[in-house]
C-alpha cells in the first residue's frame, strides 16, 4: 500500500527531452522513498547502482537482479568488442549475447564520436530496462524500476561533449602510445 502513495507522487520520467528539465532529482527520489518505503526497500534503493559488482550477487529483486546481469553482459560485451577492435583479447567467461546487444555494442564501438557512442549505449540501456518494467506500477520493483530509470537518464544529461571528447581522445592516444597519462 505504501508503494501506491510514492508513486502516486512521481512524476513520469516518459518522453522528456535532453532540454526539458528533469521534473524530479534523485535526492527528492529518495526522500521520497524514505517516507513512504520500509527499511528493508529502503536500504536497497539506497545500494541501487548502474554499475553491478562483477561476480552477480542476489539482492532480492528480481528486477535488480535482471538488470545487474543485462549491464554486466553489457558490459563485458564492450570490453570484448574494444579488445577486437585494438587486436587483443579478452576473456568474457561464459557469456552469451543477445543479438541486439552485439549490434548495440558494435555500432557503439564503431562510433567516431564518444557522446554519440554513449547516447547509443544508453538507448540500449534504457531499451534493456523497459523490458524489465513491471506491470505493476504500484509494486516495490516498480520503485526499483523508476529509480534505475532515473539513475540512467541524469548519467546521460552529466555529459559535456568537448570535456568528453578531450578525455577520449587524450585516454586514446595514450593507450596507443603506451603512454601512463591521466585522464583530463
Known amino acids: 500500500m505504501a508503494e501506491y502513495y510514492l508513486v502516486s507522487q512521481l512524476p ?12 524530479i532529482t534523485e535526492e527528492r527520489f529518495l ?31 528480481k528486477l535488480i537482479d535482471a538488470f545487474n546481469e543485462g549491464e554486466r553482459n553489457l558490459r563485458l560485451a564492450l570490453g570484448k568488442a574494444r579488445a577486437e577492435k585494438m587486436k587483443k583479447s579478452f576473456d568474457t567467461g561464459n557469456a552469451f549475447f543477445s543479438v541486439e546487444l552485439t549490434r548495440a555494442v558494435s555500432t557503439a564501438v564503431e562510433s567516431e564520436s564518444p557522446m554519440e557512442a ?25 520503485v526499483f524500476y523508476y529509480g534505475l530509470k532515473l539513475k540512467l537518464i ?18 586514446y592516444n595514450s593507450v596507443l602510445n603506451g603512454d601512463r597519462l591521466e585522464a583530463m
Open 12 to 23: 513520469s520520467l516518459d518522453g522528456i527531452s535532453e532540454n526539458t528539465p528533469m521534473p
Open 31 to 61: 526522500e521520497l522513498c524514505d517516507r513512504f518505503l520500509g527499511e528493508k526497500t529502503r536500504n536497497e534503493m539506497r545500494k541501487l547502482t548502474l554499475v553491478p559488482p562483477i561476480l552477480p550477487e542476489k539482492t532480492g529483486s
Open 118 to 142: 554513449e547516447k547509443l549505449l544508453f538507448d540500449y540501456r534504457l531499451s534493456f530496462l523497459e523490458t524489465l518494467r513491471p506491470m505493476d506500477t504500484f509494486s516495490e520493483d516498480y
Open 154 to 171: 541524469l548519467r546521460i544529461r552529466r555529459f559535456e561533449t568537448e570535456l568528453g571528447e578531450a578525455a577520449y581522445r587524450n585516454i
